[in-house]
T-cell receptor
Framework: GAVVSQHPSWVICKSGTSVKIECRSL??????MFWYRQFPKQSLMLMAT?????????EQGVEKDKFLINHASLTLSTLTVTSAHPEDSSFYIC???????????????FGPGTRLTVL | AQKITQTQPGMFVQEKEAVTLDCTYD???????LFWYKQPSSGEMIFLIY??????QNATEGRYSLNFQKARKSANLVISASQLGDSAMYFC???????????FGAGTILRVKS
């Protein structure tokens, strides 16, 4: 199956700093990437949909100025948490779509996630 | 309205036995896809099985099968011959054709006992 990587896998930062998380599709081109946030023992909540070459589409309630998303190429999307605070501590997961029809069109391939802790 | 409902917060199953994880969904779109993912404690999302709304047969992938009852809008996951490594969080998800988003259920924590 298609492989998606995320970097870093975990990060600890001080309150007020910005953190950038990278999501890469390693063996396919992804026109669309998705960013999710997950709190412990809870479900994945979609934050935004990232389209290559255009602005991201944010879900209701997600601050676009706080969570900056850039999808500069067909294999890379980045999420920057600006001026991070302890309440931003969470598990952030990206996914990418690869196919054009059938199950492949529907399926999303997930990165391994990034655990962010803001002190 | 909640689109994906997983009513079992947690389940226990004895090793080597079968277990069914429930999932019901709500959509007015005739074309949609249903997914099950496994998330172990490491956090990675592992794809298990897919069912398209127009698929005539229930999907199967090794020890995983999906009991798809379209009229009842249910898509239960059946794991046969449970193994200790099956202990994880399991998510049901749906993608509607009109949107390109996956909507996840709340998840079910499965614990396999030896």
């Amino acid at each position: 199956g298609a492989v998606v990587s995320q970097h870093p896998s975990w990060v600890i930062c001080k309150s007020g700093t910005s953190v950038k998380i990278e999501c890469r599709s390693l063996d396919f081109q992804a026109t669309t990437m998705f960013w999710y946030r997950q709190f412990p023992k809870q479900s994945l909540m979609l934050m935004a949909t990232s389209n290559e070459g255009s602005k991201a589409t944010y879900e209701q309630g997600v601050e676009k100025d706080k969570f900056l998303i850039n999808h500069a190429s067909l294999t890379l999307s980045t999420l920057t948490v600006t001026s991070a605070h302890p309440e931003d501590s969470s598990f952030y997961i990206c996914s990418a779509g690869a196919g054009t029809s059938g199950r492949a069109y529907n399926e999303q391939f997930f990165g391994p996630g990034t655990r962010l802790t803001v002190l | 309205a909640q689109k994906i409902t997983q009513t079992q917060p947690g389940m226990f199953v004895q090793e080597k036995e079968a277990v069914t994880l429930d999932c019901t969904y709500d959509t007015s779109d005739p074309s949609y896809g249903l997914f099950w993912y496994k998330q172990p404690s490491s956090g990675e999302m592992i794809f298990l099985i897919y069912q398209g709304s127009y698929d005539q047969q229930n999907a199967t992938e090794g020890r995983y099968s999906l009991n798809f009852q379209k009229a009842r809008k249910s898509a239960n996951l059946v794991i046969s011959a449970s193994q200790l490594g099956d202990s994880a969080m399991y998510f049901c998800a749906m993608r509607e054709v009109d949107g390109n988003k996956l909507v996840f259920g709340a998840g079910t924590i499965l614990r396999v006992k030896s």
